[in-house]
């Protein structure tokens, strides 16, 4: 595998579920990212992992709860969501923070019943 | 609110021809800005960027034009080609900080 991998591609949930999105990043990066694409707005920051360590939160909600345990992989926990919360999500890495570019995964369409 | 703004959610022109996208930005700090091009069922990939000392930067069909007075940014592609039939996104950051801003994305179609 090479670049960002995301799994699963397609995700369908019912608001009292809990089920985890993966993402892998092979590429040597020590910075990882969440983003949420809602049907016709820009991608949004969700959270910022940079050494392992979380640096940013951008007021997302709790039901939301990242786990990043090594550089290379990055977990979104997902428990209780909205039908609003469908979206797709998108990983992303980068080496360093103040970083020229991001190299994105494929996402995961998520649908909230 | 939204910083970044692409204003033209689609946009079609004929193979051979030039592809404009434009995209708009109302923060004044932001100094880097990136274009990327996304594929149906594929994640977005970087194409080019340019910072805010410059007002162009050019990698073989893809020119990226920056006026700051205007706080406007272009993507030329000269000539089109139909494999360049995308969605194209524009972001912007402040150099240094942990976040890109997006713009909503520009669905180029080019017609053979």
């Known amino acids: 595998e090479t670049g960002v991998t995301q799994t699963p591609r397609h995700l369908v949930m019912g608001m009292t579920n809990k089920k985890s999105l993966k993402c892998e990043q092979h590429l040597g990066h020590n910075a990882m990212y969440w983003y949420k694409q809602s049907a016709k707005k820009p991608l949004e920051l969700m959270f910022v992992?940079?050494?392992?360590?979380?640096?940013e939160n951008n007021s997302v909600p709790s039901r939301f709860s990242p786990e990043c345990p090594n550089s290379s992989h990055l977990f979104l926990h997902l428990h209780t969501l909205q039908p609003e919360d469908s979206a797709l999500y998108l990983c992303?890495?980068?080496?360093?923070?103040?970083?020229?570019?991001?190299?994105f995964g494929p996402g995961t369409r998520l649908t909230v019943l | 609110d939204q910083q970044v703004k692409q204003n033209s959610p689609s946009l079609s022109v004929q193979e051979g021809r030039i592809s404009i996208l434009n995209c708009d930005y109302t923060?004044?700090?932001?100094?880097?800005f990136l274009w990327y091009k996304k594929y149906p069922a594929e994640g977005p990939t970087f194409l080019i960027s340019?910072?805010?000392?410059?007002d162009k930067n050019e990698d073989g069909r893809f020119t990226v034009f920056l006026n700051k007075s205007a706080k406007h940014l272009s993507l030329h592609i000269v000539p089109s080609q139909p494999g360049d039939s995308a969605v194209y996104f524009c972001a912007a950051s402040v150099w240094g900080e942990n976040q890109f801003y997006f713009g909503t994305g520009t669905s180029l179609t080019v017609i053979p």
């Open positions: 923060n004044s700090m932001f100094d880097y």
């Open positions: 992303a890495s980068s080496q360093g923070l103040a970083a020229n570019e991001q190299f």
């Open positions: 992992y940079s050494l392992e360590e979380r640096v």
């Open positions: 340019i910072s805010s000392i410059k």
